[in-house]
């Protein structure tokens, strides 16, 4: 009972926060999994690679709840966002058989790094201008949202290709989905207004997480029971996530997700020297 409990908490909270602010929620739920799991035995069965294929697979259905909610009240462009898949894509398959290699300690290594640089690439992501060096007529994107304003940025084919391949390396590698850097790099490089960039990497993080969830389970990465109980969470975590958007300013939870992270990440490296 206590295992359900912990799952059902662990998959709602990440969903929440993971729709609200466009992350996704891996980025939680992986190292909370590890810490649960290999460190403290409260949940059997977990290695790193399993916590991350795992994470993977619940992803899908939380990118695919929040991408739903957000169709429908346009904030997704599903024409000029299709363009960060073909870098998206491969990477992230790439990235889930490159888990393999990971034991308990360079995780917590690679991964506290990792989640130092996300937390300060959202602490800087609003006071970062965006970039203008990439507007080109022939590079010119137009979307309308939901409320008939017509938005116009920048998408090039190239710098879109590499910057998303390498991105999906690191969704399959560590099962976090690619919303936390899919979404400032929407913002300060390809300059999309917030509300879209938030909806459209969430339907990154639909398709870049069943890439990556292939990759996963034919390796065997995934703890299936566990699965089910995190996937029905995060399912009503990300309905919930996306309401609240709406209702809500992100920067609070942004911030107290950057702490969050950030303490987390220097924990983390800690463990990995011990």
Do not use: C
């Not at 916590?51 to 990118?63: K, Q």
């Not at 009503?236 to 950057?258: F, Y």
Request: proline share 4%; net charge positive; hydrophobic share 55%.
């Amino acid at each position: 009972m206590l295992t359900i409990i912990l799952l059902v908490l662990i998959g709602g909270l990440s969903a929440i926060i993971g729709s609200l602010v466009g992350i996704g929620g891996g980025i939680i739920i992986v190292p909370i999994l590890v810490f649960l799991g290999v460190e403290n035995d409260l949940l059997h069965g977990i290695t790193p690679q399993i916590a991350i294929g795992t994470s993977s697979v619940i992803l899908i259905v939380t990118g695919l709840s929040s991408t739903m909610g957000y169709l429908k009240t346009k904030q997704v462009d599903v024409k000029n966002g299709s363009i960060f898949l073909f870098g998206l894509l491969p990477g992230s398959l790439i990235g889930s058989i490159l888990s393999r290699y990971l034991t308990l300690e360079s995780f917590n290594l690679y991964f506290g790094i990792f989640l130092i640089i996300v937390a300060i690439i959202l602490m800087i992501r609003n006071k970062i201008k965006p970039l203008k060096i990439f507007e080109k007529p022939k590079y010119e994107r137009t979307y309308v949202d939901g409320h008939g304003k017509t938005h116009h940025y920048h998408v090039p084919p190239v710098v879109a290709f590499i910057a998303t391949l390498f991105i999906g390396v690191l969704t399959g590698l560590f099962g976090i989905g690619g919303g936390a850097l899919m979404t400032p790099l929407m913002l300060i490089v390809f300059r999309f207004p917030p509300h879209v960039a938030v909806g459209t990497s969430m339907m990154m993080i639909f398709f870049s997480s069943l890439m990556s969830s292939a990759g996963h389970i034919v390796q065997g990465h995934v703890a299936w029971l566990y699965a089910i109980i995190l996937i029905i969470a995060s399912y009503i975590g990300a309905k919930i996530g996306v309401k609240v958007n709406q209702s809500v300013k992100s920067d609070t939870v942004v911030t107290l997700l950057r702490t969050v992270m950030l303490a987390m990440g220097v924990y983390l490296i800690i463990k990995s020297f011990l």
